[in-house]
């Protein structure tokens, strides 16, 4: 997918280069998978009026937003409906319109920032004390944004994946108000599973298993079948 090769191209482009010169590149991976279940929805309305969308365009969003009834249906079976008052629907176009995230990378001033929707992630090459201090001044910007617009961030869930080939490493805690992130030794990043050596041995080992759980299941299931063709449209279906 697109952006999928616009993560990989980064971290091939400039983090690999980096790494394999000694370098060190912290990066960090910031949890915010509710931020389209808990935006508000006055922000939501007050944000297109502030970048120049005509008045009209923001009713409509008005009434797309406000009083919006939702109901789960389970075997025919209607529960009964709640009205909420926040979120957006993720997925659909007009989201793209009036969810904000976007602006959030205006607020990331010394390192690189990746993001696609609510998939949020900063990367700074630390070569000096001085480097992890900018870094930690990109992750408060980043706090105190999502706090004003309403947002929040999960310490326990953010995490940092640090990159160095080098003796001596760059030791140093980043934090979340008085939350220390864990640091990790490989993340699962759209997709694909970075470790922290850059040689993508944890990847390459999850789609071999993976690979052989559904080869597992393929020749268990086609065990009675008598064509091999039969087999392969079976196997290349899943």
Same mark, same amino acid.
């Given at each position: ?15 690999? +280069?980096?790494?394999?010169?000694? !370098?060190? *590149?912290?990066? /960090?991976?910031?949890?915010? #998978?509710?931020?389209?279940?808990? $935006? ?15 008045? #009209?365009?923001? &009713? ?13 249906? *389970?075997? !025919?079976?209607?529960? +009964? ?24 990378? $205006? ?11 609510? *998939? ?12 992890? @201090? ?27 994946? &640090? ?9 140093? %805690?980043?934090?979340? !108000? ?8 490989? %993340? ?13 041995? /944890?990847? *390459? ?7 052989? $759980? ?9 065990? @009675? ?11 290349? $279906?899943?």
């Amino acid at each position: 997918k697109k952006y999928v090769k616009k993560h990989l191209k980064y971290i091939f482009f400039f983090v690999l +280069p980096t790494v394999c010169q000694r !370098g060190q *590149v912290e990066a /960090v991976y910031f949890d915010l #998978s509710k931020a389209f279940d808990l $935006s508000d929805h006055s922000l939501l309305i007050h944000k297109p009026g502030s970048y120049g969308m005509i008045t #009209s365009l923001c &009713s409509m969003l008005l009434d797309y937003l406000f009083n919006r009834y939702n109901f789960v249906r *389970v075997l !025919g079976h209607l529960f +009964p409906t709640l009205c909420f008052s926040f979120g957006c629907a993720a997925g659909v176009h007009t989201c793209a319109d009036i969810f904000f995230i976007n602006e959030l990378a $205006s607020n990331v001033y010394n390192s690189v920032i990746l993001q696609y929707a609510d *998939v949020i992630e900063i990367f700074r090459l630390t070569l000096f004390l001085d480097d992890c @201090e900018e870094l930690m001044d990109d992750v408060r910007s980043m706090c105190d944004w999502c706090r004003a617009n309403m947002l929040m961030l999960f310490p326990s869930k953010t995490t940092v994946l &640090s990159m160095p080939r080098k003796v001596g490493k760059i030791n140093f %805690t980043i934090q979340i !108000g008085n939350v220390s992130l864990r640091t990790v030794e490989y %993340t699962y990043d759209l997709g694909v599973y970075i470790d922290s050596s850059l040689t993508f041995t /944890v990847h *390459v080992i999850y789609l071999i298993n993976d690979l052989f $759980s559904k080869l597992g299941v393929v020749s268990r299931i086609t065990r @009675e079948f008598s064509k091999s063709k039969c087999v392969l449209r079976y196997y290349t $279906s899943r």
